[in-house]
């Protein structure tokens, strides 16, 4: 039997896995949720045991725990990192769930369930490729390390100190990523690039204790007129960040970045019609994968005070909270992004109200692979060969830290191998794992491995 | 034995019926407290019987019930209409409670607990007194008729209707209230004008769903930025509100009211100290009590949308919101106001947001007594006599949509004689009603009815 019948007789056990490991409400960002972070690190470990690789283990970090484990038994053949990452987004709004985000549930050959998608799908499939290999062949034609952490979804904060501590251990030739996305559930693609990130929250505290605003309203200061205030002076009227020494430091967009971006087919009505929004966000112009993929942005991710509840409540509130995202193009550097809009957030903060600001150790710079990588050469093949198509190079506008990581710690590029698509819904209610994506993945992660092993370490040194 | 004498040796009782009355969570705007507003109207008119009027009944409305009950045994004497609510705010935000909201607890010769001061404490009083003089005298000086309601904290939306439709029931020479409040804990006052309200909300919606921040950042639009920049247009610089006809119809503000006014003691540092707030809100150029009183506010009162947990979410959400209310001063027309908000909304929303605006039927006018009515001039001297000292003539910057329905539809002025006072947090977390006031109250009601019965209804002719 070769591993691809392997996994083919073995495809409702392997689906059942992914069942199991949905079920975990393995939610980083949120303490409530400790005791199902655990529960998915010892997942992970019990799973790559069962797969054959006998060293799994939990490890501790300063923050959520990581899981290691490794394959070495093929001298000479290429070594592969294998990261990925068991923690999901909060659930929330729980009520917008058709079924509940940790029930998962098959409709129409999609998996629905908080981190099927991002990325508990795409993580699994090499654990059952290594055991597939090693239950029909008894080896792995490429030696392979796992790197499963817990914190992604925070931006990976503890990992960098992790791997840095474990540089020796995690030695490879490069990083084969179960995390990324297809960016078009049409159209097979390789990411080669990441926006990087900040993240910021702030507090506009007026009086001392809510007030009733008939009795107050006109002589006492209201923090949620004052936080829209503030948060209307963050963009120019065309879009663009209006936070002084937001731009600083970032590298000037070539012409021919732009004319190979306008080169790709992408339709934007048709964007905006899949994502139920009358018109675009961001910088006018700008195309709109450009605005996505080399524009930095500052986003608000939460905006919240006084009474949302049903009915009217006639109150000043005492507070006014906002929560702020970036997303960073090369040049930009995180931290001081982050201290640039503290700075703006101070001087434009009307002098009736206290502002707290908190800028959060989640930071992450823009990473971009080298073009000519030979691991990424032979993902365009494999992808070519599965999904009967050359895949496009596309850019990412979202954030994918570890590409930096293992750049600038190990020194090692990494190639985005993800079975995961755009539009499930990932950190969104309802999120969902195509099971065709499943299928796709392991004949792909198996025959990249195969392709691998006829190729030496030697081909990975620059 | 005196109906004085008799309050005094009853007092334990009277706090006990005060704490049973307190410990009904009759919470009117939001539906899930429904059971609640059963029970305080039930507890009403039950409380109403064991006082000796044995009409006391619930009443239907399209609403909350309304409670009602009279003793009409003083023929020629003065007829009044005893208005007072048994509903009250919601509790939120409840984790701010020292104690919780509806366990009634004493502390420093205070009564803690939601609704005690607005308006349970206050209104519990002439139930207590009708009691009193019929236990020990076996009969009132006055003719007296209770309207109790329970849709205050809700703009009293169906009192209006049930008052016209019950004109002659509830036909009498004035109304005394048992709701409002005195203007400062230190000094005795009797408010005799009050600003109006309209109330509005809105939602902001970009994309038909929560989109992930990073992979939509710049080419989705954001209803938070969105409605942060609208809201941020609805005032000027001054911190006068900027809506095109927000202020239509408007009298003047004379000078001699501008003088009056700053004839009144008002400590405006102090006010900030007592508050808790580092400067003022409102409309450069004026007083706080300027501002307060006979200014125009348009004040948010809730604002929110996205991600407002622990941590963070890198989200776009699909929808933002708004509540606001509005205090409104003679000659303005809530239901205009409501209007010319509505329309500024739709003139500044950006074209990529779906806008949808709430205009419920929370309409009130602002109201005034007239200057030489006696049934004010006589609350000035009971207040006088039980205070020691003359209580001044304020105006309010709340609203009581009582005064302007009584007025209109009755044609009858009304008096507001109320012993909660303004500092007791009945809009917030740990309201509270100072037992002093209640001791106070149960004395001046019963010397206002005493010298009352000693006009006849003559008087009240104009």
């Known amino acids: 039997m070769t591993p691809q019948t392997y996994l083919e007789t073995r495809y409702q056990a392997i689906l059942d896995d992914l069942m199991a490991f949905a079920r975990i409400p393995s939610v980083s960002t949120d303490p409530a949720y400790a005791a199902g972070m655990r529960s998915g690190a010892d997942w992970v470990a019990a799973r790559l045991r069962a797969a054959g690789l006998n060293d799994a283990a939990v490890r501790k970090t300063a923050g959520h725990s990581v899981v290691t484990a490794s394959w070495l038994g093929a001298p000479g053949a290429p070594t592969i990192l294998i990261y990925g ?22 409709r129409n050959d999609r998996l629905y369930a908080r981190g099927v998608s991002d990325d508990k799908g795409p993580v699994l499939i090499p654990m059952a490729v290594v055991e597939a290999f090693l239950q029909t062949e008894g080896r792995l034609p490429v030696n392979v390390k796992f790197l499963i952490e817990g914190e992604e979804e925070m931006g990976s904060a503890n990992l960098e100190a992790f791997v840095a501590e474990h540089r020796d251990e995690l030695a490879a030739d490069f990083v084969l990523s179960a995390d990324g996305a297809m960016w078009r559930a049409d159209l097979p693609t390789i ?35 004052g936080i829209a205030a503030m948060v209307a002076t963050l963009h120019e009227p065309d879009g663009r960040v209006a936070v002084p020494g937001f731009h600083n430091g970032m590298k000037p967009i070539g012409n021919a970045q732009r004319m190979a971006i306008a080169d790709i087919p992408f339709d934007e009505a048709g964007y905006l019609a899949e994502i139920g929004a009358d018109g675009p966000g961001g910088e006018t112009g700008y195309s709109l994968l450009e605005r996505n993929w080399i524009r930095p942005t500052l986003e608000l991710n939460g905006l919240w005070g006084g009474y949302t509840g049903p009915g009217s409540k006639t109150v000043i509130p005492s507070t006014a ?29 009307p002098p009736s109200f206290r502002l707290t600001v908190d800028t959060p150790d989640h930071l992450a710079l823009p990473y971009a692979i080298r073009d000519d990588h030979p691991g990424l050469t032979l993902a365009e093949r494999v992808l070519t060969d599965v999904l009967g198509r050359k895949p496009l190079r596309v850019r990412m506008g979202a954030t994918i830290p570890i590409g930096e990581i293992f750049s600038r710690v190990l020194g090692i590029d990494t190639v985005f191998f993800s079975f995961s698509t755009v539009d499930e819904d990932y950190h969104a209610p309802n999120e969902f794992f195509r099971l065709s994506s499943l299928r796709n993945g392991l004949r792909a992660w198996v025959d990249y491995w195969l392709l691998l092993g006829r190729m030496t370490a030697d081909a990975f040194t620059i």
């Open 191 to 225: 990411t080669v690039a990441s926006r990087g990130i900040c993240t910021l929250e702030f507090t506009l505290e007026g009086a001392a204790k809510d007030l009733h605003s008939g009795r107050h309203g006109g002589s006492a200061p209201n923090p949620l007129a």
């Open 85 to 106: 990452h068991y923690d999901v987004q909060p659930p929330d709004p729980a009520e917008r769930w058709i079924t509940p985000a940790f029930e998962p549930t098959i």
């Open 321 to 349: 909270h906002a929560k702020i995202s970036c997303r960073l193009v090369p040049g930009q550097d995180p931290a001081a992004v982050q201290q640039a809009i503290a700075a703006h957030l101070r001087a434009v903060c």
